[in-house]
């Protein structure tokens, strides 16, 4: 066989090939022949792989509610937790209060019984002294003066310091001073204390009382 011949035959049995190849994929389903080959309309899902899909999308939206249930307990485990400690903090809280109530009403009475320590003296003698004049019986005015004390250290004790001395002259400061009547002289001027004031850490509570002091009489010169 001459070459020709030889290639002539070669040529005929592929067409013979592919003429049985194209007859056996013309009978394969369509299903099939979609999936080998891309070619041809997209079959129709079988109800078998319809209830499978179906199936999926069920266990799906399942573990997307499951996963929301689960975040709604653990939410409600975290406002049930802040409950808690928010019901702590307020009984915390009143509980502080009646402790405080009660320490601030302890102060109050260790308080009173430091003054009243500082002033039993007077409180104890003050009625012995008052009996004796009621009776018309003499008192010192050393004794009286005694008796007052234990007042002058309480105060001094609380920080309250007088401002000026009966009697005394001093230079008039409107800041310490208020006149018992008429108008108010220039500062620095010479003035009389009436009535002490008290001042208390700086702060004025009570100004003295003065009046204009008297200046003395001049002298006179005899012609």
């Known amino acids: 066989m001459n070459p020709l011949e030889h290639i ?3 040529h005929a049995q592929a067409w013979l090939d592919l003429a049985a190849s194209t007859a056996a994929v013309a009978q394969l389903p369509a299903r099939t022949l979609h999936a080998l080959t891309g070619l041809g309309p997209a079959p129709e899902p079988t109800a078998e792989e319809r209830a499978a899909a179906l199936e999926a999308e069920a266990a799906r939206w399942r573990a997307d509610a499951q996963g929301t249930l689960e975040a709604l307990a653990r939410l409600e485990q975290e406002a049930a937790a802040r409950l808690q400690l928010i019901d702590e903090l307020r009984r915390a809280y009143a509980a502080l209060e009646i402790d405080a109530a009660a320490r601030a009403g302890q102060a109050v009475d260790d308080h009173q019984r430091t003054i009243y320590g500082q002033l039993e003296p007077l409180l104890t003698q003050l009625p012995a002294v008052r ?3 009621e009776d ?3 008192v010192g005015a050393g004794d009286v003066l005694a008796l007052l004390t234990p007042l002058d250290d309480l105060m001094a004790g609380m920080g309250f310091r007088p401002i000026g001395k009966v009697g005394e002259d001093a230079g008039f400061d409107p800041t310490r001073h208020q006149m018992t009547s008429g108008a108010a002289p220039d500062v ?12 208390q850490g700086g702060r004025i509570l009570r100004r003295a009382r003065v009046t204009r002091a008297k200046l003395p009489a001049p002298d006179v010169v005899g012609r």
């Open 136 to 138: 018309g019986k003499e």
């Open 131 to 133: 009996r004796s004049v």
């Open 8 to 10: 002539a035959k070669a």
């Open 188 to 199: 620095g001027a010479p003035v009389t204390v009436k009535t002490v004031g008290y001042e």
